[in-house]
Nanobody
Framework: QVRLVESGGGLAQAGDSLRLSCAAS????????TGWFRQAPGKEREFVAA????????DYADFVKGRFIISRDNAKNTVYLQMNSLKPEDTAVYYC????????????????WGQGTQVTVSS
């Protein structure tokens, strides 16, 4: 069993940076791929980024490449999403999730989800 808790969301202006954290409990967390997804009002949940269990492999959605960086610290059981050059269209609830599937962009493949953290970016 893995429990995930996100933090770090809040209000930002366009061009600002925020860092989200996903703290995990469960001794097997380090064997999971961890992903970040987001959901804006009236829209479907979408993939943002994912990182392999060792931190060596990462995937990003095209709309965040060059702006967001995903990383993990297995000693702290925490995954981070550094969000730079924020845009109003980044406004959403951000969720972290864990999977053992290689299809890290597919929300249906994720077994465990956090409760989400709100990010609001004003222009």
């Amino acid at each position: 069993q893995v429990r995930l808790v996100e933090s770090g969301g809040g209000l930002a202006q366009a061009g600002d940076s925020l860092r989200l954290s996903c703290a995990a409990s469960g001794r097997t967390f380090t064997s999971y791929i961890t992903g970040w997804f987001r959901q804006a009002p009236g829209k479907e949940r979408e993939f943002v980024a994912a990182i392999g269990w060792s931190g060596d492999s990462t995937d990003y959605a095209d709309f965040v490449k060059g702006r967001f960086i995903i990383s993990r610290d297995n000693a702290k059981n925490t995954v981070y999403l550094q969000m730079n050059s924020l845009k109003p269209e980044d406004t959403a609830v951000y969720y972290c999730a864990a999977t053992k599937s290689d299809s890290d962009y597919d929300a249906n493949e994720y077994e465990y989800w956090g409760q989400g953290t709100q990010v609001t970016v004003s222009s």
